[in-house]
């Protein structure tokens, strides 16, 4: 507590000393910081969410956050990988078509029971695909080269010891390490941890993130257009549905007007069921750039230029008293979209414990000639292709203009151009944001 402050007036109370932000980093000469510095900046300012234990179903593509060691062996004894008979491969060696062998057949292995009996020399045993084989059988001849036969069976190919069996434990053995902390579950993966007998396991949640666009222009998507200056709200879904596609918890609130004192008590009420809150518009230079102007009542928060085109003007804040995350995104749908990928995908990652943060780059060959600005980092929509041999080609989708959500809709890729290129010629390498591969 400060030993001198101003009297607080009744009209006016006195805004909380919030607890300041992480040092940021600093900006270049030109006042911009660039995309690196603020993403991992972002990233340093949060941190993983506790670890809690989940049911498998529910833990589909989370971080594990324990070691898991199979307590059984996958499989867990001898069994049969066809439905056929059981032999011993010495009684069918010589067997073919021309010269098919005859066996009895003395019993039935169903999957899920144990034979009835030892299997003696010179007899076939019926088995089901994942039936345990029988003492005595070293071999399964599958049902199509027999007759199929009920009682005696005509065996028309010969085989070797071991065919068609599945060892015990050739596939994971008891005792063996089958994930370590940090490993991502993906659905093979939860049909793993099902295989050894867990049906819950420690992992990091999928985080709560509200998703709430500002303007006084915007309606509703399914409501009439009150005037024909308005436009629909599309940033909400827009930035909710990458945010789910990302792995997380999302609620979509809407859009609140520009009114500051509706934004205050709208982010003070979602506070309480957010992991981290994610804003579009309102973080710019205009008169009416409200989250600008309200956020810092609410918490600790830095706006900065970002030399990024589009999305160069962003907010970040630790806000109220449990200091939630708050990353505020330019209000144009491409700006708002591209900022997402740039810096709020990366901290959704982070938060589930997920790695890599960052989406990997890759490589394309431009088809056209693209132009780029020298002062910033330019990511465009792109349009990815493959020639005949499979290399990326990659296409500009539209123009560069940062309410070009059609365009957005068509690309599959954000084309990454560097702040020291001012033009990329036909044929040259390019960076490329693959947007449709998960990771």
């Not at 234990?53 to 001898?78: K, T, W």
């Not at 999957?111 to 010179?122: F, Q, V, Y």
């Not at 257009?225 to 436009?231: D, V």
Request: with cysteine.
């Amino acid at each position: 507590m400060p030993l001198f402050s101003r009297k607080k007036s009744e009209d006016a109370p006195a805004r909380p000393a919030w607890e300041p932000l992480p040092p940021p980093p600093p900006v270049r000469e030109d006042g911009l910081r660039s995309l690196e510095d603020h993403r991992d900046y972002l990233l340093s300012c949060v941190n993983e969410l506790p670890a809690f234990g989940q049911q498998l179903l529910d833990a589909v593509d989370l971080a594990i956050c324990e070691e898991v060691i199979s307590p059984v062996s996958l499989p867990g004894f001898d069994n049969s990988a066809m439905d056929g008979y059981a032999v011993r491969a010495q009684d069918v060696a010589s067997a073919s078509v021309e010269n098919p062998v005859l066996l009895p057949v003395v019993g039935e292995v169903p999957a899920g029971r144990p034979a009835p009996h030892r299997l003696s020399p010179g007899t076939a045993m019926k088995i089901m695909t994942g039936a345990p084989i029988p003492r005595g059988a070293d071999a399964i001849v599958a049902y199509e080269g027999t007759d199929r036969g009920a009682t005696d069976v005509e065996v028309y190919e010969s085989s070797e010891v071991g065919r068609h069996i599945r060892r015990t434990g050739e596939d994971v053995a008891a005792g063996h390490r089958v994930f370590r902390p940090g490993d991502q579950l993906r659905p093979r993966a939860i049909g793993l941890l099902a295989a050894i007998g867990k049906d819950k396991v420690l992992v990091r949640p999928r985080p709560r993130v509200v998703v709430v666009a500002t303007g006084s222009e915007l309606v509703q998507p399914g409501q009439p257009l009150p005037s024909e200056f308005q436009i629909f709200d599309s940033n909400s879904y827009l930035l909710a549905a990458a945010a789910r596609a990302a792995g997380a918890q999302v609620f979509r609130v809407g859009m609140v007007s520009d009114d500051p004192q509706e934004v205050r008590d709208l982010i003070i009420d979602q506070l309480v069921r957010a992991d981290l809150v994610l804003t579009s518009g309102g973080v710019s230079q205009g008169d009416y750039d409200v989250v600008k102007a309200a956020m810092p009542e609410l918490g600790a928060t830095e706006f900065v230029q970002v030399a990024m085109q589009p999305g160069k003007p962003q907010g970040f804040g630790l806000i109220g008293h449990d200091r939630i995350p708050m990353i505020m995104l330019p209000g144009n749908p491409v700006s708002a979209f591209v900022s997402f990928e740039a810096f709020a995908r990366p901290v959704i990652r982070k938060l589930m414990g997920v790695t890599p943060y960052v989406r990997p780059a890759a490589k394309a060959r431009a088809t056209h000639a693209m132009s780029s600005t020298t002062s910033r980092r330019r990511l465009a929509r792109g349009i990815v292709t493959h020639d005949d041999d499979g290399n990326r080609l990659v296409s500009l989708a539209g123009g560069y203009g940062s309410h070009l959500i059609g365009d957005l809709a068509r690309a599959n890729a954000l084309v990454v151009l560097p702040e020291d290129t001012d033009l990329v010629a036909a044929g040259d390498q390019v960076e490329v944001w693959l947007l449709d591969e998960g990771l």
